[in-house]
């Protein structure tokens, strides 16, 4: 196969190096010696899903630290994909070139709702059955996990299980398991993994539907599926399994760096997101550690750059310390430290400009609403005070490009917040007038709010395209002079808040949208709007319903049976105080908000480095 | 000290595009801990220069870069590189040239393109005669001027077809860089022109770059 594809095939694609594996320190485990054989699928294309840190840890996991095999494959781009049915080349993994029909395990990464078309794709691609009930006894098992699958059920139908949580945390047990149970059946192995806490197998569970097409009751079959499954956490991210020697691409992909993860977890508690609320609490790695895994990354890999991720890394304890010392170690070699996200604060930048001894890049700052009002209905705890002054220093010390992200479609927006959204525009810009000796570039990026599953405003109705499409028309007849806008495609936001909030019964309307041609959703020149209404309207199934109704605080939600450690009664309450436009302080500081995550799962919000510097850089 | 390496790039790896190339010799260069200069301002970047430059596609047999680094010897060097390549990479040789040397695209004039053909019926050798007895060679070019007609014939310095077994392998060498620059697609085009078709071709690399003078070939490597 391999030899077939290097001399007949790849010549003719575009970016063949994304199809031929063979990178540097990539792992081919003998596939003979090797217990339960598991391939990593990633429903994007290669310079996407290498770039995720997730499959890099489940990789390393896998193949160092167990007797098991994982192999990766991606989407195959249209040209690719063309090629391979024409030719009959099935998908295939990129370290052993085995189809995806011959492993035992496809294990998914659900990064994003619009990736199931990819899904499917790719199974089929790969010969195995896409609805989980045709598949048969020799055929693999299909499990996914990820952000996603904290709401699992509009995709239930074609996965054998669902691992929600914390990968690392579980894959091993689940592998161990189906190796231990290899002589039973099918559907009796399945039932095995249901016990283990965090496996979620939905074909156990039944769903009954109320007249007004809400759920009545959803219920296990079997007393070995749990009625509510809890997701899984690493306690001491020190203790955790992180890889000294990640695959290096030949190719170009979208993360180019070493990757430290310095944190887990966010508390600032804004109310439209997702991985704020599921990845909770908050959990460091020592600066001690970090340095060590900075030192095996950099040397096994020879990038030039170590980017310091987590969900808001300006908030790990140890910041400081850890980016001085990494640039005083690797600067005089050309390496360079980045930091993904800044605070939008003066004390970031600061920071910033420490790591940019090196490199100077664009700003990035993330506002996310026009006014304090709005602000603090979504309780992102920053005022327009600190803003400026992150401005301000910023333009001050050589920056000269500046991009904000904001939010269309929140929760009681009116007028006032877009036109505060201008009105902070024009001043970052006059700023820049003032403080900049060159012309600055101010860019905003407007996406439209999607309401999402486990967050407070789970309940919120999503704006239409309609009303979406009048906000943007709205934004772009005040053009400012040299501020550029972008906007994200409403059409997108609206599918990916039916999915995120979506049910079983969606299963159809998937499958026909991808008969009817549809792939790589999260691509614009792709997406294919009109198909998917069509198979909306073929299944009879009005996305408005999931998407523009205001739900009711009684009603059982699809994604109520997995327990994410937050009480639904603090989802709840938090709703309240944005209509109220109340804020939440950050737990760290205030003391417990009572979210439930620490009495309910045992843990405990793990601060690594509280020194001197980290209170003094709070203040 | 500035250090000219000559180098192999295996099959498995000949859909790397140029800038790949380089990336991958720069995180060598950091992996194998050389002592390599940096440029001055605002990005610093390696002092090296990637000389010759493969088509994505074709692997290499004898492919140069030249380096600037501070005092290390040519066999340490070599040693630390070749234990940090990544496997299907080889350093062959490499040695110290003296700072005035001119840069390898400046001088490297000539390669030589392999393509390896399976049993046929086609007397191949009367093909390529053919092919050298033309007064002009006509393809439309792939570089630039794409809409042009091109004559390849005062580029093409000789062909010879070697029976290996079971194949046989055309070796074309032919003028690079300026004046004429030869593409190894546009020798495919002749070829097909000339009776020998895709299919035949088991594979195609590049078998090593020149600095010509006269009628002579001389290796990157032998500077004085």
């Known amino acids: 196969m391999k030899d077939r594809l290097f001399r007949d095939i790849l010549p003719l694609v575009s970016k063949p190096a994304r199809y031929a594996g063979g990178e540097l320190n990539m792992i081919k485990k003998d596939w003979e010696q090797s217990q339960m054989k598991m391939v990593f699928a990633f429903p994007d294309v290669y310079e996407i899903g290498m770039s995720h840190i997730g499959s890099k840890i489940l990789y390393g996991l896998v193949n160092d630290k167990s007797r098991h095999l994982m192999e990766r494959t991606f989407a195959p781009w249209p040209d690719m994909e063309e090629l391979m049915r024409e030719k009959e080349i099935p998908l295939y993994s990129l370290e052993s070139f085995t189809p995806l029909n011959s492993f035992d395990v496809v294990g998914f990464s659900l990064q994003y709702e619009l990736s199931i078309t990819n899904v499917l794709n790719m199974l089929d691609l790969g010969g195995i059955p896409v609805w989980a009930k045709e598949r048969q006894e020799n055929d693999p098992l299909v499990i996914a996990g990820g952000p996603v699958v904290f709401n699992p059920e509009p995709f239930a139908e074609f996965f054998d299980a669902f691992l929600i949580g914390e990968g690392e945390e579980l894959i091993l047990e689940f592998l161990d398991c189906l190796q231990q149970n290899q002589e039973l059946d099918r559907k009796s192995r399945l039932m095995k993994a249901a016990s283990i806490e965090g496996v979620y197998i939905p074909s156990l569970y039944t769903v009954e539907y109320k007249q007004d097409k809400t759920i009545q009751i959803m219920r296990p079959e079997c007393p070995e599926a749990p009625a509510k499954v809890s997701k899984r956490l690493v306690r001491d991210l020190d203790k955790s399994y992180f890889p000294e020697k990640p695959i290096v691409p030949y190719m170009e992909i979208v993360h180019d760096r070493a990757v430290l993860e310095v944190m887990r977890g966010c508390q600032r508690a804004c109310r439209f997101c997702h991985a704020g609320t599921v990845y909770r609490p908050v959990r460091e790695k020592s600066v001690e550690v970090l340095k060590r895994q900075a030192e095996s990354q950099l040397h096994n890999t020879g990038y030039d750059e170590v980017s310091l991720a987590s969900l808001s890394t300006l908030d790990y304890s140890g910041v400081n310390q850890l980016v001085k010392d990494l640039v005083k170690t690797y600067g005089e070699r050309g390496v360079g430290v980045s930091l993904p996200s800044l605070r939008v604060d003066a004390f970031s930048i600061d920071l910033a400009n420490e790591v940019q001894k090196v490199r100077k890049t664009t700003l990035t700052l993330a506002p996310e609403a026009g006014t304090q009002r709005l602000r603090d209905v979504i309780n992102k705890n920053i005022s327009e005070e600190d803003l400026f002054k992150a401005v301000e220093a910023a333009f001050g010390s050589g920056w000269n490009s500046v991009k904000l992200y904001f939010m269309m479609g929140l929760p009681t927006e009116t007028e006032a917040d877009l036109d505060g959204i201008l009105e902070l525009l024009t001043r970052v810009k006059s700023i820049g007038g003032r403080l900049s000796r060159r012309s600055v570039e101010v860019r905003a990026s407007l996406a439209c709010f999607v309401p999402k599953a486990h967050t407070p405003f789970q309940w919120r109705a999503q704006a239409s395209i309609a009303e979406l499409d009048e906000k943007r028309s709205y934004l772009k007849s005040r053009k400012i002079k040299n501020v550029k806008l972008s906007f994200h495609d409403s059409q997108t936001s609206m599918l990916e808040g039916v999915l995120a909030r979506g049910d079983r019964k969606l299963a159809e309307v998937i499958y026909q949208a991808w008969q009817k041609g549809c792939k790589f959703d999260g691509w614009s020149e792709y997406f294919k709007f009109k198909q998917w209404m069509e198979s909306f309207s073929d299944c009879q199934i009005d996305p408005a319903f999931y998407v523009e109704r205001q739900r009711a605080y009684a009603e059982l939600f699809p994604w109520d049976f997995i327990d994410t450690g937050i009480n639904k009664s603090y989802l709840c309450e938090q709703n309240e105080l944005a209509s109220t436009g109340l804020p939440t302080p950050d737990c760290r500081q205030a003391g417990c908000v009572g979210c439930g995550i620490c009495p309910g799962f045992e843990v405990n919000l793990d601060l690594k480095e509280e020194g001197q510097n980290a209170l003094a850089s709070r203040i | ?224």
Request: aromatic share 8%; charged share 25%; glycine share 8%.
């Open chain 2, 1 to 224: 000290m500035r250090l000219r390496a000559e180098y192999s790039v295996g099959p498995d790896l000949k859909f790397l595009a140029n800038l790949d190339m380089m990336h991958l010799m720069e995180r060598t260069l950091r992996r194998a801990r050389i002592p390599y200069l940096l440029s001055e301002g605002f990005n610093p970047h390696i002092r090296m220069s990637m000389g010759t430059i493969l088509p994505v596609g074709l692997w290499g047999e004898k492919e140069y870069f030249d380096l600037e680094l501070q005092s290390m010897s040519a066999s340490e060097f070599m040693a630390a590189m070749n234990s940090a390549l990544p496997p299907g990479m080889h350093i062959n040789i490499c040695r110290e040239i003296p700072a005035g040397t001119p840069s390898l695209m400046k001088v490297v004039n000539a390669a030589d393109y392999a393509f390896m053909i399976k049993k046929n019926d086609l007397e191949i050798g009367d093909i390529t005669n053919r092919i050298l007895d033309q007064g002009e060679i006509l393809v439309q070019s792939r570089g630039k001027n794409k809409k042009q007609q091109k004559d390849l014939r005062p580029g093409i310095f000789g062909i010879v077809v070697e029976p290996q077994g079971e194949v046989e392998v055309i070796s074309v060498q032919v003028s690079v860089n300026e004046p004429l620059n030869i593409r190894f697609d546009e020798i495919l085009d002749v070829f097909v022109i000339n009776g020998i078709s895709k299919e035949l071709m088991l594979d195609f690399w590049r078998r090593g770059n020149y600095i010509k003078k006269g009628d002579n070939f001389y290796s990157p490597m032998e500077v004085k």
